[in-house]
């Protein structure tokens, strides 16, 4: 499945630096939508202006983000940008903006609590895909809208 393989919005996950910045121009570019769930102490002021739908919100706000793209029928999303792991726990407030809310404490219970103890990134990553499709939509891969 590809970016112009369907219509409708696609979500967009921003992390730190310009990339997201110009994945959303490369949806933009396609005739689609871009609704941008920009990751607060990462993601680019700018992007507002490039959006379709835009919200800040803290990185493991989960059902938040989940919720926001449901409302905008997004069916696919994309994630670019990095995350500092650093920003969210030792800056300031930061890790007050990023707690979790239950949707992702629900995910991550089973992770930390019933299975082995494994916090790799990778594990962490897939346990959000797989609630993505649960709710209907794909997370596609960022060579999918990739600029070039």
Request: net charge positive; proline share 5%.
């Amino acid at each position: 499945m590809t970016l112009d393989a369907q219509s409708g919005p696609v979500g967009l996950i921003a992390g730190w630096g310009n990339f997201p910045l110009e994945v959303a121009e490369r949806i933009r570019s396609t005739g689609r939508p871009v609704c941008v769930v920009a990751i607060q102490g990462h993601a680019d002021p700018r992007l507002e202006h490039v959006a379709d739908a835009f919200e800040w919100k803290g990185v493991l706000k989960l059902g938040s983000h989940l919720k926001f793209f449901s409302q905008a029928d997004v069916k696919q999303v994309v994630m670019a940008g990095k995350i500092f792991k650093s920003r969210i726990l030792h800056h300031g407030r930061g890790w007050i903006d990023h707690l979790p809310d239950f949707t992702c404490c629900r995910l991550f219970y089973d992770i930390f609590l019933l299975r082995k103890r494994d916090g790799r990134d990778d594990t962490l990553l897939n346990v959000i895909v797989s609630e993505y499709e649960k709710q209907g939509m794909k997370i596609l891969p960022i060579t999918e809208v990739a600029p070039g």
